[in-house]
């Protein structure tokens, strides 16, 4: 019985770990700044778009991220946070701590993307999803801040936009993204695990 029951722990561990590790769906992100955005692109410097499923749990940690990487670029940045909120939902749906956390940052924008308007125009799927573009418009970098679902900490991702802020070059354009599906109603639901 014992032997069985080992098994099933390690067998959920491993699963968990995968899990984990399994990035969700990126498009390709527009090599321009979509025209027909509503999202403010800063014409002095590169702007970061990030979108977010407001009930992601995987989605505190690229919120951490953010945080990190905005004391590290020193105001040479701007940023747009978009909450996607999927058709459907109710009017409330994105007041969750996450909104406020993203709200009580100094300096950062944040919109609510409803129906995910701004998110297809910018090709987003996974909540985390960031792009940064430059001063012209160009897209510099896509992918995601973290190294894992729900993991925070020294990753790729926050390396290349630091390198491309501060030094306007960087060994990486592109990251996995670790989130929720952003148009998923039911990640919401279990504030557990992010579904994939």
């Known amino acids: 019985m014992l032997v069985v029951w080992l098994a099933v722990v390690a067998g959920g561990t491993v699963a968990m770990v995968r899990y984990s590790e399994a990035p ?8 321009a700044w979509p025209t027909k955005s509503k999202l403010l692109r800063d014409r002095d410097r590169p702007t970061l778009v ?25 105001g040479k940045l701007e940023v747009c946070v978009a909450f996607v909120v999927p058709p459907g939902a109710a009017d409330t749906w994105e007041e969750t701590d996450l909104t406020r956390r993203i709200g009580s940052l100094q300096g950062v924008r944040h919109y609510t993307d409803k129906d995910g308007t701004e998110a297809h125009l910018f090709g987003a799927e ?12 160009k897209l510099r970098f896509r992918g995601g801040i973290t190294a894992g679902r729900g993991h925070a900490g020294d990753n790729p991702g926050r390396s290349a936009l630091e390198d491309l802020v501060l030094r306007g070059e960087a060994n990486s354009t592109g990251t ?5 599906a952003l148009f998923d109603t039911k990640c919401a639901a279990e504030e557990t695990l992010c579904k994939p």
């Open 176 to 180: 996995p993204v670790f989130g929720c």
């Open 24 to 31: 969700g769906i990126a498009r390709s992100a527009p090599d």
């Open 126 to 137: 996974t909540s985390g999803q960031t792009m940064l573009y430059d001063s012209t418009g």
């Open 50 to 74: 990030m979108f977010l499923h407001p009930r992601c749990p995987c989605s505190r940690a690229s919120v951490g991220e953010l945080e990190r990487l905005l004391a590290n670029v020193h």
